[in-house]
């Protein structure tokens, strides 16, 4: 029987599972320096894969649409970072500081990609424009999503320097993912051939993270700092956020003359955030004890979108096929 589109994903299941584990088992001591250790390694794999798969040739196929990739990038990377800004007191009263960097965290980060063209060709939308415009969020962000954590959340917590943080993520992020690109033309067929299995690694790296920095959390009393009640506020600011963006995307696409499957992409790709991404760069811009609080905005609104954005789909395709 066929899961309805509401429900939990199973990477959504596997990350609470993770999250649950270190809850109730978190490492510590000699062994959470080697998690921490092969965590590293894992994210040095998964930008190289990232690197390795991105087709240049999907890139291209919707260079020539500019305005609705500029729309895109200026709302994953302004608007968002701006309502994250705007909203801070009136989220303190409610949530931590931790929490709230967190939530200024995820509104800097880039796009989804796989989501994204998935739930664009669900509501059959311009799909060339939404694999072009998500790639370029991706690889876009690894370059502007530091910058705002430097401007933004950096000048408001005591984490790594500047020059730091941009030099992990050269040479753990960055080189990882040029390196891929560079050796795309002689892995391409051996990467399609298995890329099943490479899903297996892009999964598994991101739960490795996730109980790695949710062992850390733990053993820092995260279940303390964070009761039921915050966990709803967190929700329902997450929900406020992704629909102020949804309706601020369908609002400007339409009053800038997009037609429908110009708008359906603009949607999607303008609203989603990427967990893929926040989880690897949340390790390398964050001290480690604050990673886990970093992260748990991110994943409450990961799942959040999904659901949102399963629904809006379905919508839209009813409307398309009218």
Partial sequence: ???????PD????????????????????????????????????????????????????GLTHWRLHLLVLMTTFAVFPLIGVAIKPMLLPWITPELYLG??????????????IAFTSLAKGNIPAAVCSASASNLLGIFITPLLVSLLIQAQADQHSSIDAMLKIVYQLLLPFVAGQIARPYIQTWIQRHI????????????LVVFVAFSEAVVEGIWHQVPLQMLLSLLLISAVILALIM?????????????????????????????????????????????????LPVMLF??????????????????QGE
């Fill in 247 to 295: 309706g601020l995307t369908m609002l400007l696409s339409r009053r800038l003359g997009f037609n429908k499957e110009d708008e359906i992409t603009i949607v999607f790709c303008g609203s989603k955030k990427s967990l893929a991404s926040g989880v690897p760069m949340a390790k390398v811009l964050f001290s480690s004890g604050a990673v886990g609080m970093v992260l």
């Fill in 1 to 7: 029987m066929k899961r309805p589109r509401f429900l």
């Fill in 10 to 61: 199973n990477m959504s299941l596997m990350l609470l599972t993770a999250v649950a584990i270190a809850s109730l088992f978190p490492v510590r001591g000699e062994w959470a320096h080697r998690f921490d250790l092969l965590s590293t390694l894992m994210i040095g794999l998964l930008f190289f894969m990232h690197g390795a798969k991105l087709s240049r040739e999907a890139v291209r196929a």
């Fill in 196 to 207: 099943g299995a490479l899903k297996l690694v892009d999964q598994s790296s991101i739960l």
């Fill in 103 to 116: 939530i200024l965290f995820l509104c800097v980060l880039p796009s989804t990609v796989q989501s994204s």
């Fill in 302 to 319: 990961h799942q959040l979108q999904l659901m949102v954005c399963a629904v809006l789909a379905q919508h839209y395709a009813k409307r």
